[in-house]
């Protein structure tokens, strides 16, 4: 019971804060609500592009590459010690390193942005 009683005023408070922040999207002018959602689509599409683009693909980059190098060395310890190296592992990270390389120069075309 005491638990609910301190959930209410959180509550209470998550909720006025949406409906004091919310804002509603009107057509201007006409009721052409399509043509609102297009217009803003294409607004927060070239945004997303950017964002993808300057913070995700570099963030997968680099930890697809700090996986590459650990696995690379472990695989190397593991040939000192039994005398066979293991590819597939290091080739598995090392083919989606490049692909996340390369991905932001045909993946917008594939999805129509």
Same mark, same amino acid.
């Given at each position: !019971?005491?638990?609910?009683?301190? !959930? &209410?005023? $959180?509550l ?8 004091i922040?919310?804002?509603? *999207?009107? *057509?201007?002018?006409? @009721?052409?609500? *399509? ?8 607004t927060?599409?070239? /945004?997303i ?6 913070? @995700?693909?570099?963030? &997968?980059?680099? &930890?697809?590459?700090?996986f590459?190098f +650990?696995?690379?060395?472990t ?8 005398? /066979?190296f293991?590819?597939?592992g290091? +080739? %598995?990270l ?12 045909y %993946?917008w075309r $594939?999805i129509? $942005?």
């Open positions: !019971m005491r638990k609910c009683k301190k !959930m &209410i005023p $959180i209470l408070a998550v909720f006025l804060l949406c409906c922040l919310s804002t509603t *999207a009107f *057509a201007v002018g006409t @009721v052409d609500v *399509a043509g609102a959602v297009q217009g803003t689509w294409h927060a599409s070239q /945004q592009k950017t964002v993808v683009n300057t913070v @995700v693909f570099p963030a &997968i980059d680099l &930890i697809l590459a700090v590459f +650990a696995k690379l060395g695989a190397y310890f593991d040939f000192r010690k039994s005398g /066979q293991e590819w597939t290091p +080739a %598995i090392f083919a989606s390193l490049v692909f996340t390389l390369t991905a932001p120069l %993946i $594939i129509g $942005i």
